[in-house]
């Protein structure tokens, strides 16, 4: 295990259509960040997870995106119904222990909606 | 909420030049990153500082915390170089509280 893993790289999608994207993160690691970024943007911060347990979801930028990490190893991130506004890099990242900000940071998913 | 000002946004140096970014925030923080992100859209981690100076390599970063304002430094470029660089603040614990900067577009010619 090298470190964070997002799966797909690049997602081109129609608006309208539901899309998920997947993080692996480092396997030790209990603390999981979905961040999103849009072109000529730093990051912003989405929700993070703590294990299972979703800590801070009010920063979703609408109820159509929701995450999960069901078992507290992997996450997904859903954006249902996709609007051209929803293209972006949508990035993971995840951390050893809650109270250090150390993250290490997944490759992204980049998401363009059509 | 922290606002996180970084200069140059852009900048475009010959190969072996000495690169300076500078990072400025406005809150007081716990720690401070500087992130590399390649064009395929991968974020690197390079540092986390707290107080004074790192050095990985070409690459320096220092901290001052009394002024709120940290620099990023890479010595001797190098095209392999280029990229954005990011700074972002940490004002407790998690990285759920970090607040990015733009970030900074560096080219480095050969």
């Known amino acids: 295990d090298t470190g964070v893993s997002q799966d797909p790289r690049h997602k081109i999608t129609k608006r309208g259509q539901n899309v998920t994207f997947r993080c692996d993160p480092i396997?030790?690691?209990?603390?999981l960040y979905w961040y999103r970024q849009t072109l000529g943007q730093g990051p912003e911060f989405l929700t993070y997870f703590q294990n299972e347990a979703q800590l801070e979801k009010s920063r979703l930028l609408s109820d159509r995106f929701s995450a999960e990490r069901p078992k507290g190893s992997f996450s997904t991130l859903e954006i249902q119904r996709t609007e051209q506004g929803d293209s972006a890099m949508y990035l993971c990242a995840s951390s050893v222990v809650s109270w250090w900000p150390e993250a290490f940071f997944g490759q992204g998913t980049r998401l363009t909606v059509v | 909420k922290n606002e996180v000002e970084q200069s140059p946004q852009n900048l475009t140096a010959q190969e072996g030049e000495f690169i300076t970014i500078n990072c400025s925030y406005s809150v007081g923080i716990s720690a401070l990153h500087w992130l590399q992100q390649h064009p395929g859209g991968g974020i690197v981690s390079l540092f986390m500082l707290s107080s004074g100076k790192k050095k990985h390599g070409r690459l320096i970063a220092t901290i001052n915390i009394q002024e709120k304002h940290s620099s990023l430094h890479i010595t001797a470029s190098h095209p392999r170089d280029s990229a954005v660089y990011i700074c972002?603040?940490?004002?407790?614990?998690?990285?759920?509280?970090?607040?990015f900067g733009k970030g900074t577009h560096l080219i480095i010619q050969p």
């Open positions: 972002a603040v940490g004002g407790g614990g998690g990285a759920d509280g970090l607040t």
């Open positions: 396997s030790e690691h209990n603390r």
